[in-house]
């Protein structure tokens, strides 16, 4: 059963309630489905951790003198898939060792360039103690100093941006294909 099964069900099983009131009970299951999803499980997984939406109908229930209404078809629930076995995981993991080698020293190469530009970041935003420094100990203020501090500041910005993008989008990419991994040794369907 996913989400929006879930959901139906436990709409038609409400529907002795006032509109409003039933609207902010599947609002807040919709929460549950949210949060889950955050968390990483599944609409499936989520649904066996709220229970049928019989129960939950029943026990929402239980203090009013409405009773749920009774539906008359039959909703078959899906069989909950097995989970691999441990040769079976075996084999994937040998069969991925060598794409996850290539990629994740991929990934780890492109963590290298964000480091670097990050620090290359950091290293324009030092450039006007550099100058202080420099007037300060050699005594000397020279013109053209000041306007490659300040060109240097200006290019720590531009990098800046840079770095946080590129950050991003890498963590994206690791996240992804860790997540992938993830799904594939648990044999799960959806895989991101």
């Given amino acids: 059963m996913d989400k929006t099964q879930f959901l139906n069900e436990l709409g038609v099983k409400l529907a002795g309630l006032e509109p409003e009131e039933r609207f902010e009970i599947l609002a807040d299951y919709?929460?549950?489905f949210?949060?889950?999803?955050?968390?990483g499980k599944s609409e499936q997984e989520i649904v066996f951790d709220l229970g049928s939406p019989e129960e939950?109908?029943?026990?929402?229930?239980?203090?009013?003198?409405?009773?749920p209404v009774e539906e008359a078809y039959y909703v078959p629930r899906p069989i909950a898939s097995k989970k691999r076995s441990t040769g079976s995981k075996t084999g994937i993991f040998l069969a991925m060792l060598i794409p996850n080698l290539v990629v994740y020293s991929l990934l780890l190469s492109f963590w290298g360039v964000v480091v670097g530009v990050a620090a290359s970041t950091v290293g324009f935003f030092l450039t006007p103690i550099a100058f202080v420094l420099d007037v300060i100990l050699n005594h000397s203020f020279e013109i053209y100093k000041l306007f490659a501090v300040i060109a240097g500041l200006g290019l720590g910005f531009i990098f800046l941006v840079f770095t946080i993008w590129l950050a991003k989008v890498v963590l994206l990419a690791t996240v992804g294909y860790t997540q992938f991994n993830k799904h594939l040794m648990k044999g799960e369907k959806k895989h991101v």
């Fill in 34 to 39: 949210a949060a889950g999803a955050v968390s």
């Fill in 30 to 32: 919709e929460e549950h």
């Fill in 56 to 67: 939950i109908a029943r026990d929402i229930l239980a203090g009013r003198t409405e009773e």
